[in-house]
């Protein structure tokens, strides 16, 4: 083994899983005081009938990992059921206001943040989709 690597395996690990969140709206975007009021779910793409979903819920926990929003710690953790929608499946509200851009990213202990999928969100273009 290449102990070498391992650090750069890590990185790489932790982007897959970051890359397995993403964000979607809930509405449509509201304009107040020259901020967009956003509210919106951070997804993830496995699902409760997936046999990994627990295994990757339970890593998540077991590392303290959490949700950043522009850098700033979302409350809850993995290991709280607050996150669990009625069917099982992963379901994050959240709300924010910016003035043209925002950033969600997964943060797993003392690691460095990793940006969920297609992020950072412009405003302009979640207006445009």
Known sequence: MDYSLLARIDTI????????FYFEL???LERYN???IVTGYILCLITRSDPAFKALLSKLANNSAGFLINDWPIPRTFNNTFFIDKDGNFRKRVNLDTFGK????LKEGDAEPCNI??????IKNLIAA
């Open 13 to 20: 690990a932790r982007y897959i899983i970051a890359s397995l």
């Open 26 to 28: 809930d509405s449509l």
């Open 34 to 36: 020259g901020k967009y």
């Open 102 to 105: 925002f950033m969600i990213s």
């Open 117 to 122: 999928s297609r992020l950072p969100f412009l």
